[in-house]
């Protein structure tokens, strides 16, 4: 096995799923790599100057623009007649779903040759935990409160890989760190596909999510297993391939393990929330599949 | 060779001059036509880069932040809400230092919206890291060109810097221009060749995060980056002239100084009019002359400390106004002084704003201020005024 090309010595928490999503992306990519980052949980725990986990050439400049950043880079060595060399967007949620999306949206429509990473933690977590538009639904955030009159985020998930299959992507699909052959097979193949590709991976976060210790990869597994983080992948624009669920479980089976949903179990009307966020994840299993 | 050409065609002939790799464009009035003529050029083949039309003024910069780190020399245009777009990126990209080129045309901030000239644009990112030198006219604006990249990509500089030109009175104007040889920019103009780049057989982090005990230190750098910059836009400038026959003073320009008691400060293409307005009064007996400033940032302190030492009053002339206080060149002039034995009363005009017209007769009121407090001092005069406002605003 190779030596792993993010080092450790980061500064992310113990039991924090980017990290994982990070190895396994460039485990698949390989050496001969350029990542540009978001500002976000990754790039403060991996760089703190004088140090830096990566072994590959990596670029952060802002938070909403690295798909413009890694477009300028696509394109200085396309001039350079260099275009052997995999290039990567590794960004959070926050970034992707909402401040960058506009960079994102140019990087799509022009057609560069990059893949897209989305590490999807569902909030904004490097600034404590605040709603993104990648936030499930009845999710407690710090900025989406339970409350006497709010039971959590009022809003549904950003169907953010929707958005990239409709700008014409050339390849799309999402991933989770506990079907990590699945993920790392993803990331070879946008790869090997010529044009923007976006993967969105699914990364549990231990304090915005609030499970227990050791339980990153359980939680990655049961998101998949309930069907709300349906695996799936479109080659331009066509569905070509879904990660089937076996026995699939009832939601609450995810949703009590994590102190965002708690208030599900407590509060009054709580199991209509819950049969809404069953209704999501049955919507899911049918439009792709999962079951069949 | 010298022809008659559009502002806005004549920088982008001396943009293609300066081979750039990459090309990223984002359209705002008045600086569209700048890349129309660069994406002509690069369908015509004209011109070997990579051209790409891009979502924002924040994406077209953010592109360059990318292309840059790899490796390429950049350029982009954009004015005023373009640039206030930009403004994140714009300090990121001197931060990283990085040596993008920009062409800065200058047009008023909304609100109220106005598509014409004047420098709030420029003069709000002063503080932003970069190079920023201001223009008389389109043949300073095309030598311009190939010296901010020489001193941008220069090893001991590594900062990004803009040329300020006005909006519509350069970039519309049509007049005989000498177009650069692309051979002669060779001399003047090494090929880019960064120590960092992004490279996978040499991996570098770029951007990465500073604590309180580094952050110090990078501005540190950056401060000392400009200030050796002060040095070398000067040579570069002589340098220029050796090549290429035309010259500019370097930091600032000096125009019928030497016996001078009224000394005018400005910058941009308003100085060609007050140039006029000097030569008038000059006839009529008034000791005026100007100072043009050319570098922004870097100030040139001890330039301006030289040229205006002599002087009996100051008039600083500027298209912009600080909301608050006064305008943003006015009070730096304030500042370089006040540590010296130099005594100087000095008046600051804001005018020109949102592109209203700045012509002889209003240089010559400004001057008949100036000769007042000469004579009476600044507590009967105008210390600073926002300059030929409509009398029934008032």
Known sequence: MQESLFAPGHRACAGCGMPIVIKLVLDAAGPNTIVASSTGCLEVTSTPFPESSWKVPWIHSLFENPASVASGIEIAFKKFGRTDINLLVIAGDGSTFDIGIGSISGMFDRGHNITYICYDNEAYMNTGVQRSGSTPIYASTTTTPIGTQSPGNLVRKKDMPAIAVAHGASYVATASIAYPVDLRRKVKRSLEIKGPAYIQINAPCITGWSYADGDTIEQAKLVVETCICPLYEYVDGELVGVKKVRNKRPVEDYLKTQGRYKHLFRAEGGDVYIANIQAIADRNAEKFGLLD | ?394
């Open chain 2, 1 to 394: 060779m010298m022809r008659v050409a559009e502002g806005s065609y004549a920088i982008a002939d001396a943009v293609r001059c300066c081979s750039p790799d990459v090309v990223s464009v984002y359209p705002i009035t008045p600086q569209t036509h700048i890349v129309e003529h660069l994406s002509q050029f690069v369908a015509n083949g004209e011109l070997d880069c990579e051209y790409i039309n891009v979502d924002s003024e924040f994406s077209s910069l953010s592109s360059l932040i990318g292309a840059s780190a790899a490796g390429a020399r950049t350029y982009t245009s954009t004015t005023s809400q373009g640039l206030a777009l930009m403004f994140e990126v714009l300090y990121n990209a001197s931060g990283m230092r990085l040596p993008i080129v920009m062409t800065t045309v200058n047009r008023a901030l909304s609100a109220p919206l106005s598509i014409w000239n004047d420098q709030q644009d420029s003069f709000g990112v002063r503080d932003s890291g970069w190079i920023q030198l201001y223009a008389e006219n389109v043949q300073e604006v095309m030598d311009l060109t190939p010296q901010l990249y020489r001193i941008s990509e220069d090893p001991e500089i590594l900062t990004p810097s803009m040329v300020c030109m006005d909006g519509y009175i350069l970039t519309h104007v049509y007049e005989p221009v000498e177009f650069l040889d692309p051979e002669l920019v060779k001399e003047i103009l090494p090929p880019f060749s960064p120590v960092n780049v992004l490279d996978p057989e040499d991996p570098k982090t770029f951007g990465a995060f500073a604590d309180p005990s580094w952050f110090t230190e990078f501005r540190y750098l950056q401060y000392k980056a400009q200030e050796r910059a002060l040095d070398l836009i000067g040579k570069v400038d002589k340098q220029f002239e050796e090549t290429f026959g035309r010259g500019y003073g370097g930091l600032i320009d000096t125009y019928r100084t030497d016996d001078a008691e009224i000394l005018l400060v400005s910058l941009g293409s308003i100085v060609g009019t007050i140039k006029d307005a000097v030569d008038e009064l000059r006839k009529e007996g008034i000791k005026v002359g100007l100072v043009k400033i050319r570098s922004y940032r870097p100030f040139p302190v001890e330039t301006l400390k030289e040229a205006l030492k002599d002087a009996s009053v100051v008039a600083v002339i500027e298209k912009d106004v600080s909301v608050g206080y006064q305008s943003a060149l006015l009070t730096d002039i304030k500042g370089a002084l006040y540590n010296t034995s130099i005594r100087v009363p000095i008046s600051g005009f804001a005018a020109g704003l949102g592109g209203r017209d700045v012509a002889m007769k209003q240089i010559r009121k400004i001057v008949e201020n100036a000769s007042r407090v000469k004579d009476e001092g600044l507590e009967l005069e105008t210390e600073f005024e926002i300059f030929d406002v409509n009398p029934e605003c008032l």
